[in-house]
């Protein structure tokens, strides 16, 4: 088939891979413009765009696609059908509808719950214990589209957000090259979204990465996983006279209870609003990620509480 490919992060290019690898024409790659990185602020590409010049795909990275001049240009493409994965930018209904069968979205999540941004990060936050992948039909909705294959992901009860993205990033490229296998065959069915259980899955803010401790055990534990590894949840802990931010990247349930903070043993083991948990991996500010054993022996002796 005739694909225009639309996509940005890492998450994006086994989708890719998958479309080119199945001998599908890949007739562009749309991603976002480069953007000023690291201490030199030179402009990097996106993981799509270094992938799409490896492949020889002509690669398009508008600021929008709002104006007339690149909505013909997507148009003059000619493509039978646009995937989507993670692009970053809106698609206006111009875009929607230039392709003969549309736009397909790549979704990480069972809609209609967990519509909008941080699919991954919101399931895990909210203690689902499963999500999913699936391929939507674009509409100008927030992700209100039509649905088509999808796959159930179980949730474990210590999975990170970045086990399940790794997760749904493997299955999605082979759910996006199934659908593309039935539209070419012209057996790809799509069913409305229910009207009921939609949920938002707003952008993740700053604030929401500071753990608190007054929270129930399972709650803290969920925010920890949710956030894990970015942006990481965080709390503060007077280390050598001076406050020092800690990132906990995994944690368990753990027995025990106490003064909201309040440390509970020489292995990390916080007190919550009810009930404890053991914070197994933890990333001091400046240092890199360790197991708790290790930011123990380098921390010194502990204070009662955290700060």
């Not at 992938?51 to 508008?62: L, N, R």
């Not at 995937?83 to 790549?106: D, K, M, S």
């Not at 509409?139 to 086990?163: F, Q, R, S, V, Y």
């Not at 709390?235 to 209870?257: D, H, M």
Request: net charge neutral; charged share 20%.
């Amino acid at each position: 088939m005739r694909v225009v490919f639309m996509g940005t992060p890492e998450f994006s290019v086994p989708t890719l891979t998958e479309i080119v690898s199945a001998g599908h024409d890949v007739l562009a790659v749309y991603t976002r413009a480069p953007k000023p990185a690291g201490r030199g602020q030179a402009e990097r590409r996106s993981p799509v765009h270094e992938a799409a010049e490896a492949f020889g795909i002509p690669v398009f990275t508008p600021r929008s696609l709002k104006g007339a001049a690149e909505q013909a240009q997507f148009a003059s493409l000619g493509a039978e059908v646009a995937v989507v994965v993670a692009y970053g930018l809106l698609l206006p209904a111009p875009i929607l509808g230039a392709p003969e069968h549309g736009c397909l979205n790549l979704h990480g999540s069972l809609l209609p719950r967990w519509r909008g941004a941080a699919p991954i990060q919101r399931a895990i936050m909210a203690g689902d214990r499963q999500t999913g992948i699936v391929v939507m039909q674009m509409d100008e909705g927030l992700d209100t589209g039509a649905m088509g294959p999808t796959e159930i992901i179980p949730i474990g009860e210590n999975m990170t957000a970045g086990e399940l993205h790794d997760q749904m990033m493997r299955l999605g490229a082979d759910l996006m090259g199934r659908a593309l296998a039935a539209l070419e065959r012209g057996s790809l069915d799509f069913t409305p979204q229910p009207a009921d259980g939609a949920t938002y899955a707003a952008k993740i803010d700053k604030a929401e990465a500071r753990i608190d401790f007054s929270r129930d055990a399972q709650s803290v534990h969920d925010l920890i996983r949710g956030l894990s590894p970015f942006p990481g949840a965080w709390f503060e802990l007077e280390l050598g006279g001076r406050k020092v931010r800690v990132k906990a990247l995994r944690s368990a349930l753990a027995e025990g209870a106490g003064v909201p903070g309040t440390i509970l043993g020489g292995d990390l083991v916080i007190a919550c609003g009810s009930g404890a948990v053991r914070l197994l991996q933890v990333q001091r500010e400046g240092k890199g990620a360790m197991d708790a054993a290790t930011f123990l022996r380098g921390a010194g002796t502990l204070p009662a509480a955290l700060a």
